[in-house]
């Protein structure tokens, strides 16, 4: 994986992604942008910061969003869940990975998503 400035920033001693046992595994996206800036502030915005986020980090893994097996996405708040759902599905379109959203505590921002994708022509191994 090349460093760059569109990458989502890493929070910590981690892939961002890795390719095991012929799937891409990504790790929590959260809404920040390389400097670790929070995006946005209501569910909407941060919800659409995070997939531009998993959609950068697909990308550096040669996958994209029609090639996702499985999500889990986690609100700070799940009261909101019906305006995250309403950003996830225009934003996802037609890809319907199987999914799981789960309320919990997060670090000072109201959604992180994590993922499972079916490999496309990428780089087989991350950093």
Known sequence: MTESSKQPSKGGHYSLWRRAGGLIFVAGQVPRDPERNILGDTIEEQTTAVLNNLR?????????FS????????????????RFNAVYAK?????????????????GVRVEIDAVAEPGDGPINAQ
């Open 91 to 107: 934003v996802m379109g037609s890809a319907a990975p199987v999914r799981t959203t789960i309320g919990c505590a997060l670090n």
């Open 56 to 64: 950068l980090v697909l990308e550096d893994a040669g996958t994209d």
């Open 67 to 82: 090639r996702l097996v499985r999500v889990q996405a986690y609100l700070s708040d799940i009261s909101e869940f019906q």
